[in-house]
C-alpha cells in the first residue's frame, strides 16, 4: 500500500517540520488521537523519532477483542538524508497484538516543492484472521497517514 504527496514546500521545510518532536505530538492529538509523546535522537546525517500514541479507532468485534478499545503504539521513525532529499523508515507496533507496520518512505524535491512517498507493510502472524486483519489496517493506516499529511500540508502553508 503506497500514500504519496506533493507539499508546495521544499524538502527542507518539511522535512524539518516532520522531524521536530513537538510537531509529531500537535499532529497526533489534531487528528484525533488521545495521547502522545515523543521524543527524537540526532546524529551526523539522521533523525531517530520514538512516539508513543494512545488512539481510539472504531473497529470490527473481532479486532476489539484482539487490540481493545483503545489502541498503544510505539512508532520508530528514522529520517536520513539522501543526496538532495531523505528517506527513510518506520515500524508501529500495538501493545496488545503481535501486529507490526513497517513504512519505506522518501522525500525528494519535485518542481518547486516536495514530493513525500510513503509504502506501507503488514506483518500480521495470526492464523486464519491475518487477511481479514490486514484489510482493515490498509483502510485505517491509509486514513491515518492521508490525515497525518493534510494537518503537515496546513501547518507548512
Request: proline share 4%; with cysteine.
Amino acid at each position: 500500500m503506497a500514500v504519496n504527496r506533493r507539499f508546495e514546500a521544499d524538502v527542507d521545510s518539511v522535512a524539518t517540520l516532520m522531524t521536530d518532536p513537538d510537531f509529531i505530538v500537535d499532529r497526533c492529538l489534531a487528528i484525533g488521537e488521545l495521547s502522545a509523546e515523543c521524543h527524537a535522537e540526532e546524529d551526523d546525517d539522521s533523525v531517530t523519532l520514538h512516539s508513543t500514541r494512545v488512539a481510539h479507532q472504531d473497529l470490527p468485534g473481532f479486532l476489539t477483542k484482539l487490540v481493545g478499545e483503545e489502541q498503544t503504539v510505539t512508532v520508530h521513525e528514522t529520517w536520513h538524508s539522501a543526496g538532495d532529499g531523505h528517506s527513510g523508515r518506520y515500524t508501529v507496533r500495538t501493545a496488545r497484538a503481535p501486529i507490526e507496520i513497517e513504512g519505506l518512505f522518501t522525500l525528494a524535491p519535485d518542481g518547486s516543492g516536495s514530493l513525500y512517498k510513503v509504502e506501507h507493510r503488514f506483518h500480521v502472524p495470526i492464523p486464519l484472521i491475518a487477511g481479514r486483519i490486514e484489510k482493515v489496517l490498509r483502510r485505517q493506516i491509509t486514513a491515518t497517514v492521508e490525515a497525518e499529511l493534510d494537518y503537515a500540508a496546513e501547518r507548512l502553508g
